[in-house]
């Protein structure tokens, strides 16, 4: 009797996850067609399956990138399926039942050679010119440098008054309305439109990645090293990113969330910011605390 109940119920739920699969691939194939439209800017979207919308010249030319790489993959995959096909159709037994016992040939073997020399040549060309925009840094309008801590950020503006503060994730009982879970912060990183941005990135533990979609930006933040790259937002709005390296238990709880404004109220808020975050106290060294407490032992 209770084999009998555990089998109904693993063929039950064997059923459903079945059902649950075939539901979910058909919804993935729907959602291929309309992808890019679901694809939102600035955070993730449910079943989203493409990337994050761009909104910064990277991030546009990594969507480029990524679509050739498509074409050229799907051509591959049909190329190669096709070949099978014929195969499988011409030179099965039934169909070939004396197979011949040819080996080598040259033009074939010259052209299996060459032509995936050529893709690969076809990729790397504008696989390098995305790497030179992306690491070739393009003179900056103001830098903001960024600390990766276990487990929040903290950003300073040494070219806007050298304010520094601390971006702590909203636990979700606090979200305001419209604020996403996981993704909000109590303080954002405020930035002109169209400006370039430099950003700078390091970390005061263990290796943290400060890594933001819809700007094409994932950087490593090292202890004792300083990591530079940019982006210019292209839109106003508010775009959120997380730690992107393995940093410990929180490492999911640290997201960063980067408000682009006018070129006015980037100036009204560097203000407000200079006030609010004057008497902030620097970020607390633990670490050496305790050391300093052993050595007076
Ligand atoms: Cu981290």
Not at 87 to 103: D, G, H, L, W
Not at 199 to 226: C, E, M, N, W, Y
Not at 256 to 283: D, M
């Given at each position: 009797m209770g084999v009998t109940f555990a089998m109904n119920s693993w063929v039950r739920n064997a059923a459903r996850r079945t059902a649950g699969l075939a539901g979910g691939v058909l919804g993935m194939l729907a959602l291929a067609f309309t992808g890019a439209a679901l694809a939102e800017t600035g955070q993730p979207s449910p079943?989203?399956?493409?990337l994050q919308g761009a909104a910064s010249p990277v991030m546009e030319s990594i969507h480029s990138f990524h679509f050739f790489l498509l074409v050229i993959i799907v051509a591959v995959v049909l190329l190669v399926l096709a070949l099978l096909i014929v195969v499988m159709v011409r030179f099965n037994e039934k169909a070939n039942p004396v197979p011949s016992r040819t080996t080598h040939h040259t033009m074939i073997e010259v052209v299996w050679t060459v032509v995936p020399v050529l893709i690969l040549v076809a990729i790397a060309i504008p696989s390098f010119r995305l790497l030179f925009l992306q690491?070739?840094?393009?003179?900056?309008d103001l830098t903001v440098k960024v600390t990766g801590h276990q487990w929040y950020w903290s950003y300073e503006y040494p070219d806007n008054g050298a304010f520094s503060f601390d971006s702590l994730m909203v636990p979700e009982a606090d979200l305001k309305p419209g604020q996403p879970r996981l993704l909000a912060v109590d303080n954002d990183v405020v930035v002109p439109v169209n400006k370039v941005v430099r950003i700078q990135v390091t970390a005061a533990d263990v290796i943290h990645s400060f890594a933001l979609p819809s700007f094409g930006v994932k950087i490593d933040a090292l202890p004792g090293r300083l990591n530079e790259s940019w982006f210019q937002a292209t839109k106003e709005g508010i775009y959120y990113g997380q730690c992107?390296?393995?940093?410990?238990?929180?490492?999911?709880?640290?997201p960063i969330a980067i408000r682009v404004v006018s070129e006015e109220e980037f100036a009204a808020w560097v203000e407000t910011a200079k006030q609010e975050f004057a008497g902030a106290p620097a970020p607390a060294r633990v670490a050496q605390g305790d050391v300093a407490g052993i050595a007076a032992r």
């Amino acid at each position: 009797m209770g084999v009998t109940f555990a089998m109904n119920s693993w063929v039950r739920n064997a059923a459903r996850r079945t059902a649950g699969l075939a539901g979910g691939v058909l919804g993935m194939l729907a959602l291929a067609f309309t992808g890019a439209a679901l694809a939102e800017t600035g955070q993730p979207s449910p079943w989203q399956i493409n990337l994050q919308g761009a909104a910064s010249p990277v991030m546009e030319s990594i969507h480029s990138f990524h679509f050739f790489l498509l074409v050229i993959i799907v051509a591959v995959v049909l190329l190669v399926l096709a070949l099978l096909i014929v195969v499988m159709v011409r030179f099965n037994e039934k169909a070939n039942p004396v197979p011949s016992r040819t080996t080598h040939h040259t033009m074939i073997e010259v052209v299996w050679t060459v032509v995936p020399v050529l893709i690969l040549v076809a990729i790397a060309i504008p696989s390098f010119r995305l790497l030179f925009l992306q690491l070739d840094l393009p003179k900056a309008d103001l830098t903001v440098k960024v600390t990766g801590h276990q487990w929040y950020w903290s950003y300073e503006y040494p070219d806007n008054g050298a304010f520094s503060f601390d971006s702590l994730m909203v636990p979700e009982a606090d979200l305001k309305p419209g604020q996403p879970r996981l993704l909000a912060v109590d303080n954002d990183v405020v930035v002109p439109v169209n400006k370039v941005v430099r950003i700078q990135v390091t970390a005061a533990d263990v290796i943290h990645s400060f890594a933001l979609p819809s700007f094409g930006v994932k950087i490593d933040a090292l202890p004792g090293r300083l990591n530079e790259s940019w982006f210019q937002a292209t839109k106003e709005g508010i775009y959120y990113g997380q730690c992107s390296e393995l940093c410990g238990k929180d490492h999911a709880f640290m997201p960063i969330a980067i408000r682009v404004v006018s070129e006015e109220e980037f100036a009204a808020w560097v203000e407000t910011a200079k006030q609010e975050f004057a008497g902030a106290p620097a970020p607390a060294r633990v670490a050496q605390g305790d050391v300093a407490g052993i050595a007076a032992r």
